[in-house]
């Protein structure tokens, strides 16, 4: 039986082999809900695997999943914010401490609370990625307060939605569509990081360590509010499209 939310009158499909991932967020974003999304998968070899989104007025504040994505850690080494000796530093710590790896980061001035929070946001979009591909998962939603405040700004369905598989697209086919498929995703970070199609590797990696180094949420350490939060958009939109790009 499908889950409602009676108090918005949100409808959300008991699995996601009914509807999409991206109707549901893309209906209770619209509703400005505030509450948590269960997925439990159903079959395969990782039956059983829960994942939970949690969402404040309609925006993703955070993502727990068992899903396989990048460590923190290695998210800033891969991008030149943690060098090998500070990633040694941070190894050892958590061997020895319950703090979160965030937490050790700042503490130690590995990193300042802006790069965290930019960092915090790449990983909340990869584990939502990861739960985009799910073939199938029991679905319901709770309504539940979001958890502790975190570093990183919540997501707006627009930096996650776009291009995702939608129930609307079912049996339409590959040449009517349009923004859903890898091709279309691959045009958009080009752009992002100024190439046209066909750029190397090597052009890709340029492009992204020159914008980096002018788009980076430290130089906008001493802006205003609203100022250092569009750059740590950009910086995760730039980071997102390297990834994609390269990975």
Sequence with gaps: MPAVDKDRGVRIAGRLSETTLGDILGSLSRARVTGVVRLSETSGPTAGRQHSI???????????????????????????????TAYQQLSLRLASSDKRTGDILVEERLISPQVLGAALRQQVRARLEALFRLPDAAVSFHVACPPAASAAAPLPAGEYL????????????PSRRTGAGPLSRRVEALRILGLGEGASVDEVTRAFRNLASRMHPDRFAGSAEAERR???????????????LVG
Aim: aromatic share 6%; net charge positive; hydrophobic share 50%.
């Design 54 to 84: 949690y969402l404040a007025a309609g925006a993703v504040v955070a993502v727990e999943s068992q899903a396989m994505v990048m460590p923190l850690g290695e998210i800033l080494r891969q991008h030149g914010l943690l060098d090998g």
């Design 162 to 173: 776009p291009g995702k598989p939608r129930a609307r697209d079912r049996g339409v086919a």
């Design 230 to 244: 569009a750059a740590e958009r950009s910086f995760a939109r730039l980071t997102a499209a390297y990834h994609l």
